[in-house]
Structure formats: structure tokens, C-alpha cells
């Protein structure tokens, strides 16, 4: 049968407004840092973005004590339906420019635009939505009559979903009367600093919200600054374990969202073709770049045959290629340093002997792009079935029994979330009390509400982001 070809239909980066060059905002204001500026990259094809001017330590301690003067003398003494107005202003004015933000994104991050269209802006308006309705009820959250904010909070942010780890982040933060200074992640820093815009379109008070781009020695100085009272941080376990040690014997409060190996179990009773588009959502979207990626798919032993046959067949159709396109499926890796630790970990399967299937998809000469990629015979030694790959690559291990199952979905240092497929509601509530996983999804993948916690066990982190569970760390109770 002939392929149905799809003409290119891509969105317009000049929507983006790009800007030449970019500065850290301080204190209600952009500054000039004095850090050594780095150049932002688009990773589809290895062109300079913008300048980023970026902050020093010197910039760390000014947004440090800005914050806990907007603190002190503002935002913790504003009654919390006056602070809600300002969530409420900041998720319409997300909504407004979405589509300049979504464009932003993609460029800078690589990911398709019909996700950062889709799924990134408009959830991230959500959380500010969301948490802006807590603000003036914080007091019937169960948390005592009088819960307090903790002071200043020093927040950093991966590069996976710049923006809308930003909103985790922030809007639960401001909600609970606290200030904040944000670093975004060193590839990703665009999206941030025009939020920074939006919170002076906002009105915000000067000094509630300090984003200050940089490396990785810039998120050491806001761990370590004395004038710091919690620290959020979503990205990688080592750094996070660095960051937990940092904090040790200090009276800040600490939350961390870290790294994932999520198994996907899918039992021979379960809708198939369901099922692989559960599994495709689950470890191709955005690249894989997903802490709570199902990364590894456990099948039932006597439809493994089938259930490959189907997924290498849905993989096969997926688009790789601009991430501006609105055809595109898989958009570009983050960063050449990315693609290499993907490459690294991808010929470790083959050396180890498992089974490896690539998608025929024509992959761009230019960019840093990695082809969706399937091991079956995967055990559970390989490297592959137990690093976190952060890529487009899926690994096959397969079980006879749901004890089986269990066991080799928890055989992991990791434990952020879990998938299970399967008609049976009996079996599904079991497993999901037999899984050592945050978040469990049933006959789907990748459901997120601003109303519902988020986070893992183990070397996955600890604390939760979302719904009532997530204001608790942002407050003293």
C-alpha cells in the first residue's frame, strides 16, 4: 500500500520573539550578571539561540537578600486572596502568550511543538491556576489554624521541561506566602527568563521572584547560601545526593525529584493495541527526556511476540525531524552531551547481548537527533534495564506471573512511577499496592493534574510537588 506522506506544516519561529541577548532578573529587574555568559543552542540545529548573560555568586547573594526583603516587608504579610490575584494574572498572561512560550521551547529545547503546544504551556498555566485557588485557604488544608510560609526558596529546574517545572516550582511557593530564587538549567534558559517578563507584567512585587541563569556552580551557591530556607530541586540523583549532603545539619527543608526507571507491565488480557500506544507515549515523548519515563516494558511471556510486532510497527510510523513541525513526533536530544551518554548506554545493550530494533525513520544530518530505539531479550544485569537512559529507547524484559512482575518491576534503586495494563480492576489495585512507585498509571501513561502529588521513593527523591500533599513543603507546620 502507498505511504501517505505528510506535507511539512511548521510553526513560525519568529513567533518566538527570540532576543539577541538575555539577562538575569533580579529583584524585579533585568541585570546585567557578572558571570561568564554562555550561548543557548538549538539542539535541532546546533545554532546559536541568544547570549545569556549569567549570574556569579556576588548575583546569588543580591537575588538571595531581595527575596527575603520582598519576604519580610510584602508577600508573607499579603493576605492570601490579595497573593492569589497575582497567580491568577501570571496563568492568564501564560495563557495569552502560549504560543509565543510554546515556540520559545521548542527551539530551545528540542522537543516537538505540538507537545510544548499541547501538553507543556497549557499545564503549566494550570499549576498557576490551580495553586493560585489555595492561597487564601491555607488555613483549612488540614495543615493546623495557622500554617506559616518558611522564608525563601531556592528552586532549580532541569532542562527536560523548563517552563513547566518552573510552574511546579513557583506556584506553590507564592501560593504559600514564600519568595523564591529559580536557576534554569544551564541548556534551557529562554522560557525562564521571558516568565520573567510576565512576572513584571503581573505587577509582582519586586524581589518575590529572582531568576538567575547558570552552571551548575551557581545551584551550589543558592544550596549553599545561609539565606535559604528550602531547596526544590528536580534533575539528576548524583547531583541530588550532592545536595542532600550540602543540606545535612542546616536547618533547610529539602525536596527531591530525581531520576527513574518505570516499569511498564503489560498482562496478556490487556488491550494491545491500547496498550502500545500507552507504551509509545510512555518512552517517546519528548525523547525520553521524562524522569518518569516507562523505560522498560515488562510483558507477559505469551504475548510478547505479538505485543513487539505491534510496537515496532506503531514506532516505525513515528515522524523524527523538526521540532517545528506540527507532523513531528520525536524532536531533537537536548544536547551533544546527552546524545553521547545515550549512544554510550545504547551500545552497552549490544555488547551485552540484547536484541536491538531501530525505527527506519530518516534521521536529520544536522541536530542532535537518536532514532526510537526497541531491545527485546533484555535481563535484568544490562545496564540498559537498570541506568536511567533519559533517550528514546525502550528495554523488553518479559514474566510469567504477577508475582514475577512485581519483582522485577521493583528490582530498581528507582521508584517514581509505574504502569499497569490489564482488564482486571482486581488486579490492578493489587499491583498498585505491590509497586514501590510514587505514581501509578492503569491503562494509561504520562496523566498529569496540577491536583494530584508527584514523586518517587528510593533514589527517586523524596517529597511531593501538586495537589495539597505538595503545599506541605513549602510550609512550616
Known amino acids: ?49 541568544a547570549e545569556v548573560s549569567t549570574a556569579s555568586a556576588s548575583d546569588v547573594d543580591t537575588a538571595v537578600k531581595a527575596a527575603r526583603r520582598a519576604y519580610d516587608r510584602v ?14 494574572r501570571i496563568a492568564r498572561l501564560i495563557q495569552e502568550r502560549a ?7 521548542s527551539l530551545d529545547n528540542g522537543k516537538p511543538i505540538k507537545e510544548s503546544r499541547d501538553a507543556d504551556i497549557p499545564t503549566a498555566a494550570a499549576h498557576f491556576f490551580y495553586h493560585a485557588g489555595w492561597a487564601d485557604k491555607l488555613d483549612y488544608a488540614g495543615y493546623g489554624p495557622d500554617p506559616k510560609p518558611l522564608g525563601v526558596a531556592g528552586q532549580i529546574i532541569p532542562w527536560n521541561f523548563p517552563l513547566l517545572m518552573l510552574a511546579w516550582k513557583i506556584a506553590p511557593a507564592l501560593a504559600t506566602g514564600n519568595t523564591v530564587v529559580l536557576k534554569p538549567a544551564e541548556t534551557t534558559p529562554l522560557t525562564a527568563l521571558v516568565f520573567a517578563e510576565i512576572c513584571q507584567q503581573a505587577g509582582l512585587p519586586p524581589g518575590v521572584v529572582n531568576i538567575l541563569p547558570g552552571a551548575g556552580d551557581i545551584g551550589a551557591e543558592i544550596v549553599n547560601h545561609a539565606g535559604i530556607d528550602k531547596i526544590a530541586f528536580t534533575g539528576s540523583t548524583d547531583v541530588g545526593k550532592l545536595i542532600q549532603r550540602s543540606v545535612a545539619g542546616t536547618p533547610k527543608k529539602l525536596t527531591l525529584e530525581l531520576g527513574g526507571k518505570a516499569a511498564n507491565v503489560v498482562f496478556a488480557d490487556a488491550p494491545l493495541d491500547q496498550a502500545v500506544e500507552g507504551i509509545v507515549n510512555g518512552i517517546f515523548f519528548n525523547q525520553g527526556h521524562v524522569c518518569c519515563a516507562g523505560s522498560r516494558l515488562l510483558a507477559e511471556e505469551s504475548i510478547v511476540d505479538e505485543l513487539l510486532a505491534k510496537l515496532r510497527y506503531r514506532v516505525s510510523t513515528l515522524r523524527l525531524g523538526d521540532p517545528l513541525d506540527k507532523n513531528t513526533d520525536i524532536g531533537a536530544i537536548n544536547s551533544a552531551e546527552q546524545l553521547t551518554k545515550i549512544r554510550e548506554l545504547v551500545e552497552s545493550g549490544d555488547s551485552e547481548g540484547a536484541q536491538r530494533w531501530t525505527s527506519p525513520c530518516p534521521v536529520p544530518e544536522r541536530g542532535f537527533f537518536f532514532a526510537p530505539t526497541v531491545f527485546s531479550d533484555v535481563h535484568q544485569s544490562m545496564r540498559i534495564a537498570r541506568e536511567e537512559i533519559f533517550g528514546p529507547v525502550l528495554s523488553v524484559l518479559t514474566f510469567r506471573t504477577p508475582d514475577e512482575a512485581v519483582t522485577k518491576a521493583n528490582n530498581t534503586p528507582y521508584g517514581l512511577s509505574a504502569g499497569i495494563w490489564t482488564e482486571k480492576g482486581s488486579r490492578i489495585l493489587w499491583m498498585a499496592n505491590q509497586l514501590r512507585a510514587g505514581v501509578v498509571w492503569a491503562n494509561t501513561f504520562n496523566r498529569f493534574d496540577p491536583a494530584a502529588p508527584f514523586g518517587g521513593y528510593q533514589e527517586s527523591g523524596f517529597g511531593r510537588e501538586g495537589g495539597r500533599t505538595g503545599l506541605e513543603a513549602y510550609l512550616d507546620v
Open 99 to 105: 504560543r509565543e512560550l510554546a515556540v520559545l521551547e
Open 1 to 49: 500500500m502507498p505511504v501517505f506522506e505528510y506535507a511539512p506544516a511548521p510553526e513560525s519561529r519568529d513567533i518566538a520573539n527570540l532576543k539577541p541577548h538575555y539577562r538575569p532578573f533580579i529583584d524585579g529587574e533585568f541585570a546585567d550578571g557578572s558571570g561568564e555568559p554562555l550561548k543557548s543552542i538549538n539542539p535541532a540545529t546546533e545554532e546559536v539561540l
Open 75 to 88: 508577600w508573607r504579610k499579603m493576605p492570601g486572596a490579595e497573593r492569589a490575584k497575582y497567580l491568577f
